[in-house]
Structures are given as C-alpha cells and as structure tokens.
C-alpha cells in the first residue's frame, strides 16, 4: 500500500505563492506518474498537474498555466506544486496522486491509483 503524505497548505493574500509537497511512501516512486487535483467546496475534483514517470513531461489545467508549475525528486520520492501569483478561486483542497506507468489521460482521477489526505490552500482577496 503507497501512502502519499502532502504539506505546504495554507492562507496566503491574492498574488502570494505557496509551495506544496507530497512524499510518497514507495521505493519504486520513478515509476509513478504524480497528479496534483483539487476540490473546492461543492464542486467536483478538478485536475490541475500532472508530471509523467517516463520523460518528466509536465501537464497543467489551462486556468493554471504560467502560474504553477510541478516538479519531482525521484530521489526523495516527492512531488511538488509551486503555486504563484495565487487568486482567490484557486481555494481548493489540493489532493497529490499516483498512477504506476501512467502515460496518458493524466487529468482523469481514475487514472491514479492512490491519494493523499488533501491539504487546505486558501487565497483571500
């Protein structure tokens, strides 16, 4: 069983940044493909990243791009979401996922075999 483990949630003003990690509990975390998504309240879990376990490639939801941007360490078996330039409807409960040898439909939730507890990001105005 992974566990994923996600930190770095927090209130921040309009225009702020935060930076959230997630640490999965697996030795073969290079073969994951990681996800960020999030869930506001009353609304359906929205895609928001992707990175590919094969290449790195990096995949956004368009509401995001030039904003966020999600890397990993494979030696530390992390991933991350550096948010910038953080609006008020980006106040979401944001979930880390992994899919083992993902390589496509990265925004579907179904695609990801395991999930964090969320972490709480909300951006005030």
């Known amino acids: 069983q992974v566990q994923l483990v996600e930190s770095g949630g927090g209130l921040v003003q309009a225009g702020g940044s935060l930076r959230l990690s997630c640490t999965a509990s697996v030795r073969t975390f290079s073969t994951y493909t990681m996800g960020w998504f999030r869930q506001a309240p009353g609304k359906e879990r929205q895609f928001v990243a992707a990175?590919?376990?094969?290449?790195?490639?990096?995949y956004y939801t368009d509401s995001v791009k030039g904003r966020f941007t999600i890397s990993r360490d494979n030696a530390k078996s992390s991933v991350y979401l550096q948010m910038n330039s953080l609006k008020p409807e980006d106040t979401a409960v944001y979930y880390c996922?992994?899919?083992?040898?993902?390589?496509?439909?990265?925004?579907?939730?179904?695609?990801?075999?395991?999930w964090g507890q969320g972490t709480q990001v909300t951006v005030s105005s």
């Open positions: 990175i590919s376990w094969k290449g790195g490639m990096t």
């Open positions: 996922a992994g899919g083992r040898y993902v390589v496509a439909n990265y925004d579907v939730p179904r695609q990801y075999d395991y």
